[in-house]
């Protein structure tokens, strides 16, 4: 399996000097198996270099798994643009709601005029939503684990598996709001020994200190998660959007010597980057 990154941040979209090479376009990752459709997490502002990658002059066929619907994880769907070649089908896999409405509802609620100038049933492609909980399923030869995890309102992370290798994706994780380190149980089974975890690394402790309900976790979190579950390799990702380069860069180099003391890989995601598992 390949993955590629094409939007790495969290909470906004982000622009400028200071982070151009990170890149500023929020969460959105593509795995891509040998003989299967492109499969890919999240809905940011990434997938319009995703779809960007993916266009062709034939119909598009392939599968996202939503982390959950707020606006930096959803805001690109409109703008993936094998949508708006007809024939054209997207499956999405997001969070059962807790208000009762599905997930169709609750996004033709927010694509559509005035707040977007079509909605979803008028792009040429046709999108399927699929609400989803804990659970176990199939995407051609890919098998899905998604599990509820912690955050603010419902939230999936996943864990895919073809051909002996695993990848998770946990884009969005609450740490314990005492700053302690604990793990749900469903958060544990899809990291659990996993090839690579692309995992929610937005704060710092002094950071999280301030904002320990926003529904994130600290990059020392993310570094003990991955130790304590024994995984290969933790790809730090939905950086702030305040994280410089220079300060990532200053990240990584702390993550990896810790990474290298504890025996497992590590690195910041950035856009642009591929990575073999």
Not at 21 to 48: I, M
Not at 55 to 84: E, I, K, V, Y
Not at 162 to 177: E, F, M, N, T
């Amino acid at each position: 399996m390949h993955v590629t990154f094409f939007g790495v941040r969290g909470s906004t979209p982000c622009h400028g000097d200071d982070t151009a090479r990170y890149g500023g376009n929020t969460s959105c990752v593509a795995l891509r198996a040998p003989g299967e459709n492109p499969l890919f997490f999240d809905l940011g502002t990434g997938a319009r270099y995703l779809g960007a990658a993916l266009a062709s002059d034939g119909a598009f066929r392939g599968t996202c798994l939503l982390s959950h619907l707020h606006w930096d994880h959803t805001q690109g769907l409109p703008f993936f643009s094998p949508l708006l070649c007809e024939g054209s089908e997207l499956d999405v896999y997001a969070p059962t709601q807790d208000d009762g409405r599905t997930v169709q509802q609750v996004m033709a609620a927010v694509i559509r005029p005035p707040l977007f100038p079509v909605t979803v049933d008028e792009l040429p492609g046709s999108v399927r939503f699929h609400d989803t909980g804990d659970c176990e399923f199939s995407v051609g030869g890919l098998r899905i684990i998604a599990r509820l995890v912690p955050h603010i309102g419902p939230t999936l992370g996943y864990r895919v598996e073809w051909g002996g290798r695993s990848v998770a994706y946990l884009s969005d994780h609450q740490q314990p709001y005492d700053g302690s380190f604990s793990v749900s149980d469903g958060a544990r089974e899809l990291v659990e020994g996993v090839d690579l975890l692309i995992h929610d690394s937005q704060y710092t402790a002094g950071e999280f200190a301030a904002k320990s309900t926003w529904g994130h976790c600290t990059i020392d979190y993310a570094m003990w998660l991955a130790h304590k579950c024994g995984v290969g390799r933790l790809a730090l990702f939905h950086h702030d959007p305040a994280r410089t380069d220079v300060a990532l860069d200053e990240v990584a180099r702390c993550a990896i010597a810790a990474g290298e003391v504890r025996g497992f890989d590590v690195f910041a995601a950035h856009e642009g980057l591929t990575v073999a598992v």
